[in-house]
């Protein structure tokens, strides 16, 4: 059975920085993508950012371009989020995800995890 379980979350002042990670149990097979939502309080869930297992594509969201960094560790199954320079608008719920199977090189995510608050002050 997959599970997904996020940590590193918490509370920090704007400017400031965190780091997310994410553990993978029972990685899905054709599982080739990871990703990185939020949702704030009211909002819908956005897209912040995904990697591939091997290192070579990363994307991100308009919004964190050049704040946010997504990496990962295939010998730890686990992907990071690297958060700095962290604002206000940043405050939401982070979730991980990863896709089961692509749909012409679209990730397809099924699987989710609990997510993680991050609460940045102002």
């Known amino acids: 059975q997959v599970q997904l379980v996020e940590s590193g979350g918490g509370l920090v002042q704007a400017g400031g920085s965190l780091r997310l990670s994410c553990t993978a149990s029972g990685r899905p097979f054709s599982n080739y993508v990871m990703g990185w939502f939020r949702q704030a309080p009211g909002k819908e869930r956005e897209f912040v950012a995904a990697?591939?297992?091997?290192?070579?594509?990363?994307y991100y969201a308009d919004s964190v371009k050049g704040r946010f960094t997504i990496s990962g560790d295939n010998a730890k199954n686990t992907v990071y989020l690297q958060m700095n320079s962290l604002k206000s608008e940043d405050t939401a719920v982070y979730y991980c995800a990863a896709d089961s199977y692509t749909v012409d090189s679209i990730p397809i995510y099924d699987y989710w995890g609990q997510g993680t608050q991050v609460t940045v002050s102002s």
């Open positions: 990697v591939s297992w091997s290192g070579d594509n990363t």
